[in-house]
């Protein structure tokens, strides 16, 4: 089973800046099955970006993923006050879906 | 409005069942697989299987299987999931999640359930 693991567990962060969040893979996958979601407190989930760097519909294009193989990056080129959140990537694979364990992206 | 509305938070004794709804509106249920996923209080999100609603057809996670039922009623748009002999670490939010159509993300999320298991 494909194991996913984030880095960092929390980001301290003020509005207007860069974000970068890793997603690093225990074996190679397809970057088709890599997605990131944007959780905000007693909410559910929201897919950001599928197939590693593909938008979801109405995401604002300060998100942006990249990546391929092992390593998967999400982007956040400018944060805005409502960017903070926790954020997690997806792995489909061998009938098994699995989920990183999640950054949090909190107020500095 | 295309959403996924499911049912209210429940509380239940060690070792009795839980069945949580949902339900599909602004679109037909059987055009898309529905997964269930969950979330314990502070914790990440955890898969617990899928549903086919177009056959009935099913995939539970490992740690589930024998103790989960995912079902469908498609004359209501609705699908279920059931969890049987709970225990307190099954307390957690259950969502229920679609995977757009040739895609491997989940697109569209209920708002979750709340399942509270104590005694």
């Known amino acids: 089973e494909i194991v996913l693991t984030q880095s960092p567990d929390t980001l301290s962060l003020s509005p207007g800046e860069r974000v970068t969040v890793s997603c690093r893979a225990s074996?190679?996958?397809?970057?088709?099955?890599l997605a990131w979601y944007q959780q905000k407190p007693a909410q559910a989930p929201r897919l950001l970006i599928f197939?590693?760097?593909s938008r979801a519909t109405g995401i604002p294009d300060r998100f942006s993923g990249s990546g391929s193989g092992t390593d998967f990056t999400l982007t956040i080129s400018r944060l805005e006050p409502e960017d903070f959140a926790v954020y997690f990537c997806?792995?489909?694979?061998?009938?098994?879906?699995?989920f990183g364990q999640g950054t949090k992206v909190e107020i500095k | 409005q295309v959403q996924l509305v499911q049912s209210g938070a429940e509380v239940k004794k060690p070792g009795a069942s839980v069945k949580v709804s949902c339900k599909a509106s602004?679109?037909?249920?059987?055009?898309?697989?529905m997964h269930w996923v969950r979330q314990a209080p502070g914790q990440g999100l955890e898969w617990m299987g899928w549903?086919?609603?177009?056959?009935?057809?099913?995939n539970y996670a490992q740690k589930f299987q024998g103790r989960v039922t995912m079902t469908r009623d498609t004359s209501i748009n609705t699908a279920y999931m059931e969890l049987s002999r709970l225990r307190s670490d099954d307390t957690a939010v259950y969502f229920c999640a679609r995977v757009p159509t040739l895609r491997y993300c989940f697109d569209m999320w209920g708002q979750g359930t709340m399942v509270t298991v104590s005694s």
């Open positions: 197939g590693a760097s």
């Open positions: 074996q190679s996958v397809r970057s088709s099955y």
């Open positions: 602004g679109y037909t249920l059987t055009d898309n697989y």
């Open positions: 997806q792995h489909y694979g061998s009938s098994r879906w699995t």
């Open positions: 549903i086919n609603p177009s056959s009935g057809g099913t």
